[in-house]
């Protein structure tokens, strides 16, 4: 079977784009090769900075032969819907097509179509450049004279070379022959830009490869970074230290080089006064370089960096080396001088007093003279949500009503709140966004504040995700909870709400982060209340708006008990529209979750299922069904022993779910399951006499009712 051999080769593309880039060649190409009649055993994608390949083995020579009937309308069939069986069968008249005949329906039009198999070298010849075309980058350019025609090519960078061959592994292979805006394909490539710029005559991918290698090209990205890893960890055990690793850096790094040559940098003691988290994001944002810290050691860093050159140096690196040192030094000069700026007074002082003053601020001290200036400049959190300093009033109040809930000083946790955001007018995080609250929480430390006010700074914005730590201390648990119930109230009063894919606002992450919070925290909380109380600092209390918000936490719920494993039926069985404590709901799927793994839970649903079924028949015939259950009506042991079981069962549930014994109240409902199996076994439900009836009917009811009571039965499967 033949194999295929494809590279297009450009310019250097962003590291960020590659491995997209090559795995959207190669579902086009395959896709495509498929569509037209072609299968293969195995393709897989290659890239690098300057190439992206696709190496597909197995392919067919040929696609087969297609015949096929395609049925008409009948012979009598009005001009219109010939002609259209005509255009669907591409026939030119209606002479070229058979007549079939059939006992029943008569006689009918039908088409043979022929279409004979095409070679699989015109088949790619013709794919190759509309894929090339039609590619979707999230960026493209034009180059060259050709840019000034309509519909020039474009791609990420100047597309420079093609190289596409094919062939059994025993024979030559061909060289696939197609052209796009004056560049034919060939059998060439070219090494790496410096050390082997020449080109390169290729047959097939296994002598692409070593070939390739040959001219210092490492094709396969996850080796590159293998070898950038190894070799990183490897310099720095040789001088004393650990590499402190970066999957997401080691990817794009991976992606800068076709032939990495690892080196180490350095830079002055005096840096390592910048908190470690500066320091490695202005070595990571700016020199794409690895940090180190001493060997053994938990925390800090070393003054030493991990650098990744695309060149082996005949100095052996050391003046690339030296020229990385003096650009990270100049960055973290900046960095040195924002973090100091930080701790000192600001300028403009005086004109934070009335700020200082709405939130108890001591303008002493310079986190606080941070938070004044950033409620004096009416920094804009939302056009329609108001001012930065308008949303932290909001967020304290809530976060004090929410501190006696969840066990926090109320005190600590209104501080923390005022502080929460004032490291977003820090110099340090205005450098660099993604370390808000990492900063405040330092900063915080250093003035003195309480270690749970600090903390709260920083962890009131966790969880970001489903992999994110939850906070735990009670003060970053009112604090977080606060701010993201406050977003929420607040994007659904000004109907700002997901729409399908959309989520401008990470309104999903809000709730997740509230479900997460309360659930790990085994925390209750009645959320519908906390809504009411968060709506009323907004211009509407909209009713309406709350049950929707509810419904939608509802929603990431059901979606985060679904990722720990709950069956969804148990969850649509426990939750109803106006269940608003997720922690109450997540002990009830666990507790039925148990129940029903027990014989008596499976006995007791297929009881109350069969209960079910047959009131839902019986309403929807309009049946007469009592109010009230009457005893005197009751003939049969089986039925009054239910009865009596109900009574028991209802109550004592009843009893359980007020104090939160959700096992408890499962272990009541559990004595139903004899009773109620008796009396499907001895008792006809449908009894002649229209008052009898209409009673047991009514007995049913209440084992609708009493287990109604923990969850809608019906909704569980089995």
Known sequence: MPDLLLELRSEEIPARMQRKAAGDLKKMLTDGLVEAGLTYEAAREYWTPRRLTLDIRGLNARSKDIREEIKGPSTTAPEQAVQGFLRKAGLSSITDAHVHSDPKKGDFYVAHISKPGRAAEDIIAELVPGIIRTFPWPKSMRWGPASAKPGSLRWVRPLQTILCTFGPETEEPVIVDFEIDGIRAGNVTYGHRFHAPGAITVRRFDDYVSKLEAAKVVLDADRRKEIILADARNLAFANGLDLIEDEGLLEEVSGLVEWPVVLMGEFEQDFLAIPAEVIRLTIRANQKCFVTRPQGALEGLSNHFILTANIEASDGGREIARGNGKVVRARLSDALYFWKTDQGDLPDLDQLQASAEKFGLDLNKPLDQRMARLDHLGVTFHAKLGTQGERVERIKRLAEELAPIVGADTALASRATVLAKADLTTEVVGEFPELQGAMGRKYALLQGEHPSVAAAIEEHYKPQGPSDYVPSDPVSVAVALADKLDTLVGFWAIDEKPTGSKDPYALRRAALGVVRILVENRIQLKLASVFGSAATRYAGDSADQ???????????????????????????????????????????????????????????????????????????????????????????????????????????????????????????????????DSFFERVLVNDEDQAVRANRLALLTRIRTATGQVADFSKIAG
């Open 546 to 676: 709350i049950r929707d918000l509810l419904a939608f936490f509802h929603d990431r719920l059901k979606v985060y008990l679904r990722d720990q494993g709950a069956r969804h039926d148990l969850i649509d069985a426990v939750i109803t529209p106006r269940s608003d404590d997720l922690l109450q709901i997540v002990r009830r799927v666990e507790a039925l979750g148990k129940f029903l793994e027990t014989e008596d839970g499976r006995n007791l649903l297929a009881g109350t299922k069969r209960a079910a079924n047959i009131l839902a028949a019986e309403e929807k015939k309009k049946t007469l069904v009592a109010e009230h259950v009457e005893p005197a009506l009751l003939r049969e042991d089986a039925e009054k022993s239910l009865f009596a079981a109900v009574n028991q069962a209802e109550k004592q549930a009843g009893e359980a779910i007020q104090n939160e014994d959700f096992s408890g109240a499962m272990l009541a409902l559990s004595v139903l399951r004899e009773p109620v």
